[in-house]
């Protein structure tokens, strides 16, 4: 298990980092990732994030990444798995919302609640912040579903959209579109 260097993310505090990845592949769709147990635990949202509570988005578990993914931003290759163009949409720190009143995680590690088919979070993103669930909806024997829902906190504003608002990447600034045709990119 790779233990996060305390410098590696320096856009995000000591706590968990999570990273929400906008990648144009077969479809465009959102990558909502969260450090666990020194990977990216990960879900496709088609339909990306909402901030509002009244709001299901589907969210289909895919496989674990590594944390240096989490600053990946650029071209997949046409021959290699996700071919596609990636760009950082959101990224931050999240708080385990089941661990004890001290901060540790000993009450529920985010790992546990994935395997219970309940997750709840609180990110402090660029763009996103506040109280986020998970949750379990079907294990079928094709593919496991989930819904990724925003908590009705503070935070909620059902009248934002910010898939559709606020679509330039995070880390860089430049859009899927210059990130594709390699605008922007250091020499």
Same mark, same amino acid.
């Given at each position: 298990?790779?233990?996060?260097?305390?410098?590696?993310?320096?856009?995000?505090?000591?706590?968990?980092?999570?990273?929400?990845?906008?990648?144009?592949?077969?479809?465009?769709?959102?990558?909502?990732?969260?450090?666990?147990?020194?990977?990216?635990?990960?879900?496709?949202?088609?339909?990306?994030?909402?901030?509002?509570?009244?709001?299901k988005r589907l969210a289909l578990?895919?496989?674990?990444?590594?944390?240096?993914?989490?600053?990946?931003?650029?071209?997949?290759?046409?021959?290699?798995?996700?071919?596609?163009?990636?760009?950082?949409?959101?990224?931050?720190?999240?708080?385990?919302?089941?661990?004890?009143?001290?901060? /540790?995680?000993?009450?529920?590690?985010?790992?546990?609640?994935?395997?219970?088919?309940?997750?709840?979070?609180?990110?402090?993103?660029?763009?996103?912040?506040?109280?986020?669930?998970?949750?379990?909806?079907?294990?079928?024997?094709?593919?496991?579903?989930?819904?990724?829902?925003?908590?009705?906190?503070?935070?909620?504003?059902?009248?934002?959209?910010?898939? /559709?608002?606020?679509?330039?990447?995070?880390?860089?600034?430049?859009?899927?579109?210059?990130?594709?045709?390699?605008?922007?990119?250091?020499?």
């Amino acid at each position: 298990m790779a233990k996060k260097d305390k410098n590696q993310f320096s856009w995000a505090n000591d706590r968990p980092i999570f990273v929400i990845q906008k990648h144009d592949a077969s479809s465009l769709h959102y990558d909502f990732r969260l450090e666990a147990d020194g990977v990216l635990k990960s879900w496709v949202v088609p339909k990306g994030p909402s901030t509002d509570p009244s709001e299901k988005r589907l969210a289909l578990p895919t496989e674990d990444h590594p944390l240096d993914y989490a600053d990946f931003e650029g071209v997949i290759p046409e021959e290699h798995y996700g071919a596609g163009t990636v760009l950082i949409w959101d990224r931050g720190s999240y708080r385990n919302l089941k661990a004890d009143q001290n901060g /540790s995680h000993a009450d529920q590690s985010v790992t546990q609640q994935i395997a219970d088919g309940h997750v709840t979070v609180w990110l402090k993103g660029e763009k996103l912040k506040g109280g986020y669930a998970l949750t379990r909806t079907d294990l079928g024997e094709e593919e496991e579903r989930w819904l990724l829902v925003k908590m009705d906190d503070d935070e909620a504003d059902a009248r934002l959209n910010p898939t /559709s608002t606020e679509t330039d990447s995070v880390a860089s600034g430049r859009s899927i579109d210059d990130i594709h045709d390699g605008a922007g990119d250091k020499q």
